[in-house]
């Protein structure tokens, strides 16, 4: 029996039945494919959507510009074409079989088959289509079975599969994580396993990315134990060892406790070594943004001193004291609740009002001011009124040391 593809409020956003339209859905030339398909069967949310037409790529940007819809020639010469839409962008490929591939990207060649162009995808239930009309479902590989199994195979000889496209190591452990049920299967591990050093063929942007995706799924920790049993990282990351993976396995578990959605960066802080300086050379070799080395530095930098969390949070930002409370398995994670809907004032004084309490100018000031903030944080940011207080109290003492 064919399975259908349930109704969703995704299959109804503004601007894709004249889509549709266009690409003649109606004469079987378009349909759904990949992870909305996917997650669209699993009930869950969709945000991607991604279109499969045996339209040739120009045809498919005449038929939108003649309909009114913007088209963006986003990877025109691989066949894709960006379709503009008020509810987000969709993008439409058409049907494609490899040439020639070298590991990194592939020579292709068009077709209007559409199980040739299931077959050069990865997984079995992600090379699934669905008619946008009667929601039918397009199964070439047995991907419905394996869905319904959350059993994660590659499509054909999974050696060949991995020697198209060696991210799809890392592909393997991150949707094992997310839709498998973390048992593999065998002929697919020891792929992997035997291609890791093709990693090494990648650029680093390509790795991260896969492994920030890894790292935000509800619990990456089995795929990760056995990437390291494998020695799937020991090429591009050896870094990453099960000393690390405990230390990302209690941060979820006081993530779960506090109610936190995971994020990426805060878990790649756990699964590093707890070293700053270390973190940040992993940060650079992974061509990450200067924004989240300086994430992962905070996160993993040591305190000089005890301090509360709301004077942590002054000193790093809300969120980098968030990242070091979860991290910190002795931490309260009561403190969380300080720092929930609250944003570090600023110091309600300035060197001005110093010099009119009679100091005089010159670094006196920058010093006195230095000690009013921190007794102002160590007294928990009071109001104006006892900032004044405190600023005739400091200003009396440099005075009378200056007598």
């Known amino acids: 029996m064919t399975r259908i593809l349930p109704d969703a409020p995704w299959r109804h956003r503004s601007g894709l039945s004249g889509l549709l339209a266009a690409l003649d859905v109606d004469q079987g030339h378009a349909r759904y494919v990949g992870g909305a398909v996917r997650d669209g069967l699993l009930g869950l949310p969709v945000n991607d959507l991604d279109i499969a037409t045996s339209l040739m790529p120009q045809d498919v940007v005449d038929r939108l510009k003649a309909a009114g819809i913007k088209a963006v020639p986003t990877g025109i010469e691989h066949g894709t074409i960006t379709a503009v839409l008020p509810d987000g962008p969709v993008e439409i490929t058409t049907l494609r079989r490899d040439v020639s591939t070298d590991g990194r990207r592939a020579t292709i060649a068009y077709t209007d088959d559409w199980q040739q162009d299931a ?26 079975a394996d869905l319904d199994a959350r059993h994660l195979r590659f499509i054909g000889d999974a050696s060949a599969r991995i020697a198209e496209d060696h991210l799809r190591i890392l592909r ?19 792929a992997c396993v035997a291609a890791a050093n093709s990693l090494m063929a990648l650029s680093r942007e390509r790795i991260a990315d896969e492994l920030l995706k890894l ?66 050379q992993i940060g650079a070799r992974l061509k990450l943004s200067n924004k989240a080395r300086k994430r992962l530095i905070t996160a993993l930098e040591t305190a000089s001193a005890p301090e509360g969390p709301r004077a942590l949070a002054h000193r790093v930002g809300v969120e980098g004291a968030i990242d070091r409370i979860l991290l910190d398995p002795a931490a309260s994670l009561s403190a969380l609740a300080l720092l929930d809907g609250w944003t570090p004032p600023s110091l309600p004084i300035g060197g001005g009002a110093l010099i009119a309490r009679g100091l005089q100018p010159g670094p006196d000031i920058a010093r006195a001011l230095q000690e009013v903030q921190k007794s102002w944080v160590a007294e928990d940011f009071p109001d104006a009124a006892r900032v004044s207080e405190i600023a005739d109290q400091i200003v009396s003492k440099f005075q009378r040391t200056r007598q």
């Open 119 to 144: 077959a050069r995808r990865d997984f079995t239930f992600n090379a699934l289509y669905a008619d946008p009309l009667s929601g039918a479902i397009s199964d070439y590989f047995g991907g419905v």
């Open 172 to 190: 393997y452990f991150r949707f094992l994580a997310r839709y498998g049920d973390n048992e593999v299967d065998a002929s697919a591990y020891d």
């Open 215 to 280: 790292l935000v799924v509800r619990d990456p920790v089995p795929a990760l134990r056995l990437m390291v049993d494998g020695g799937i990282w020991l090429p591009v990351l050896p870094e990453i060892t099960h000393e690390g993976i405990d230390r990302l396995a209690k941060l979820i578990a006081r993530e779960n406790e506090a109610s936190m959605a995971p994020s990426a960066l805060r878990r790649l802080a756990a699964l590093v070594p707890a070293d700053a300086a270390i973190a940040d």
